[in-house]
């Protein structure tokens, strides 16, 4: 039988002391720097990696949080831990585009733990347990509610927000729930980004000309090759494009033409599934999009 001398077994927990001292030191670091982050002055967009799915959270230049989407589970209260103060536990507005799974069920925890003073939606439902959830956390909330229809805008704080979609026809007629998506492109200064939600081709085409020239893209669909076609990328044509994408998705997102089209058009490409949580920070003259590490 081997003896382990008691030299041997303090020398490993020692080893064992430094590594978990580091790991510390590195976890201080991380939490710093994000806080750093979030007080950098400006416009601050996360795209938020919570899998197949969407949750983008704003940041005005004085301080307005919106969240846009909440993802398909409760890892967006660990996204938003990451990004707001531990003692913040209020979100200036909630904007929903529709009420897919995919988009929604975070929300649901959302509500629960944060007030939230005002949501944007579209009004649409269906009979989904996760929408009949989803409503009953709206009915509880005392939020301010907006039904949001295209030709709107709103000012965030000087972040000038157009709401490009749905129109009332649309809401009406449209069978398909992605293609009653909000679509809103914010403009900060010279920066202007626009986020698209689940609208696909055909919307993309009625809105195109309206939305005119942009600087970043939130890839409709998750890369879904029923968006982002090349005539809607030539005519918005985009410095880059950002996909919320969940990693060995069973749709087979981001579809191959798609990434094809946006190289087609010089987009630079930043995807959820490999680049992780990603950051969007504009002073109103330039910006810049990167991964960003989130310490949750
Ligand atoms: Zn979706």
């Given at each position: 039988?081997?003896?382990?001398?008691?030299?041997?077994?303090?020398?490993?927990?020692?080893?064992?002391?430094?590594?978990?001292?580091?790991?510390?030191?590195?976890?201080?670091?991380?939490?710093?720097?994000?806080?750093?982050?979030?007080?950098?002055?400006?416009?601050?967009?996360?795209?938020?990696?919570?899998?197949?799915?969407?949750?983008?959270?704003?940041?005005?230049?004085?301080?307005?949080?919106?969240?846009?989407?909440?993802?398909?589970?409760?890892?967006?209260?660990?996204?938003?831990?990451?990004?707001?103060?531990?003692?913040?536990?209020?979100?200036?507005?909630?904007?929903?585009?529709?009420?897919?799974?995919?988009?929604?069920?975070?929300?649901?925890?959302?509500?629960?733990?944060?007030?939230?003073?005002?949501?944007?939606?579209?009004?649409?439902?269906?009979?989904?347990?996760?929408?009949?959830?989803?409503?009953?956390?709206?009915?509880?909330?005392?939020?301010?509610?907006?039904?949001?229809?295209?030709?709107?805008?709103?000012?965030?704080?000087?972040?000038?927000?157009?709401?490009?979609?749905?129109?009332?026809?649309?809401?009406?007629?449209?069978?398909?729930?992605?293609?009653?998506?909000?679509?809103?492109?914010?403009?900060?200064?010279?920066?202007?980004?626009?986020?698209?939600?689940?609208?696909?081709?055909?919307?993309?085409?009625?809105?195109?000309?309206?939305?005119?020239?942009?600087?970043?893209?939130?890839?409709?669909?998750?890369?879904?090759?029923?968006?982002?076609?090349?005539?809607?990328?030539?005519?918005?044509?985009?410095?880059?494009?950002?996909?919320?994408?969940?990693?060995?998705n069973s749709y087979g997102h981001p579809h191959p033409i798609v990434l094809e089209?946006?190289?087609?058009?010089?987009?630079?490409?930043?995807?959820?599934?490999?680049?992780?949580?990603?950051?969007?920070?504009s002073d109103s003259m330039s910006y810049k999009v990167s991964p960003v590490f989130l310490p949750?």
């Open positions: 039988m081997r003896r382990v001398t008691p030299h041997k077994q303090s020398h490993k927990l020692f080893v064992l002391l430094r590594l978990f001292i580091a790991c510390v030191v590195l976890f201080l670091l991380a939490y710093t720097a994000q806080f750093a982050r979030i007080q950098t002055p400006g416009l601050k967009v996360w795209f938020f990696d919570i899998g197949q799915g969407d949750a983008i959270f704003i940041e005005t230049p004085n301080g307005q949080q919106i969240l846009i989407d909440g993802g398909p589970g409760d890892s967006i209260l660990q996204k938003l831990s990451s990004v707001m103060w531990p003692w913040d536990h209020s979100i200036d507005a909630i904007v929903i585009t529709h009420p897919d799974a995919d988009h929604i069920t975070g929300l649901v925890s959302v509500f629960e733990r944060y007030q939230v003073k005002t949501i944007y939606e579209t009004g649409v439902r269906g009979g989904t347990p996760m929408i009949q959830a989803l409503e009953q956390a709206i009915a509880e909330e005392q939020s301010q509610n907006k039904i949001v229809r295209e030709g709107q805008t709103f000012n965030w704080d000087g972040v000038q927000v157009f709401v490009h979609w749905p129109s009332e026809e649309a809401i009406q007629t449209q069978k398909d729930r992605n293609n009653t998506s909000v679509v809103l492109k914010l403009v900060y200064g010279s920066t202007s980004i626009l986020l698209t939600g689940d609208a696909e081709e055909t919307i993309e085409e009625e809105i195109g000309f309206s939305v005119g020239d942009i600087d970043v893209l939130k890839v409709g669909h998750h890369g879904s090759k029923t968006s982002t076609s090349v005539q809607f990328l030539k005519v918005v044509n985009p410095e880059v494009a950002v996909i919320p994408v969940g990693a060995d089209h946006l190289k087609q058009v010089g987009a630079s490409i930043l995807r959820t599934d490999l680049d992780g949580d990603i950051l969007l920070v949750f």
